[in-house]
């Protein structure tokens, strides 16, 4: 396989070193992992549906060291796991001269994703489009301290603002196209995850979903990946 593919899955969890630790599961050849960001802010689900190999699973503690190691090797890679008695405790990732072996974590170490019960109705949709990923890093760049981004819509308008608060600041505001809108009050989510998320799935498009009661849904695929996030909405001063 193409070791930038297996790169392109990580980096949607990874989301910079923001997810260190992961389950991940092999089914019917779709390796798939759901994870929380070391924040709580994020809770996501990523699939990626054309990774060869029996079904297992096994868990990756140090993501950071797992991709540093994949930095050494060529651009076509082989993935093999290691068991002994049925327990997968390890995998080696090889070139045409050149192997890696990462070691694997026990489950028990790697703290669980909590369920999400049930989902509000989502009163904005907002389509991500290349154009708009584009504006919203370069928005985010441009106030690199800024801790979060609020969505609000009078029903016919919906902005996104970079660095919105209840006080005088420096901020952004730009227009989104919209799927549908209802009139809903800004909520806030974080600006820097939000950019992440959207820097790893550059090669993908989708929409942003967001309830007046506090959670986002981003949803963003292509042809081999999907992704899902959930954002928990930030409280602002």
Do not use: W
């Amino acid at each position: 396989m193409k070791k930038e593919k297996l790169i392109n899955f990580v980096s949607k969890y990874f989301l910079a070193g923001n997810a260190e630790s992961v389950k991940l599961e092999v089914k019917d050849n779709v390796l798939s992992t759901k994870f929380i960001t070391a924040d709580q802010t994020v809770i996501g689900d990523i699939q990626f549906n054309d990774f060869k190999s029996p079904d297992i699973e096994f868990g990756v503690y140090t993501t950071g060291q797992f991709m540093k190691l994949l930095s050494a090797l060529d651009d076509t890679i082989t993935v093999n796991f290691n068991q002994v008695d049925g327990k997968v405790y390890s995998l080696t990732v090889g070139d045409s001269v050149t192997d890696a072996t990462y070691m694997l974590s026990d489950m028990s170490v790697i703290q669980q994703v909590p369920n999400l019960k049930s989902l509000p109705e989502f009163d904005v949709e907002i389509e991500l489009t290349k154009e708009f990923t584009s504006k919203f890093i370069k928005s985010k760049n441009a106030l690199p301290d800024a801790d979060n981004f609020a969505v609000e819509s009078n029903g016919t308008t919906t902005h996104i603002i970079i660095n919105h608060a209840n006080v005088s600041t420096n901020k952004i505001k730009f227009t989104a196209t919209t799927k549908r809108a209802v009139p809903m009050s800004p909520v806030c989510f974080s600006a820097k995850l939000f950019k992440e998320i959207l820097t790893a799935n550059s090669d993908c498009t989708g929409t942003l979903e967001v309830s007046s009661k506090g959670l986002g849904r981003v949803t963003l695929q292509n042809t081999e990946f999907k992704a899902t996030y959930y954002l928990v909405k930030l409280s602002i001063q």
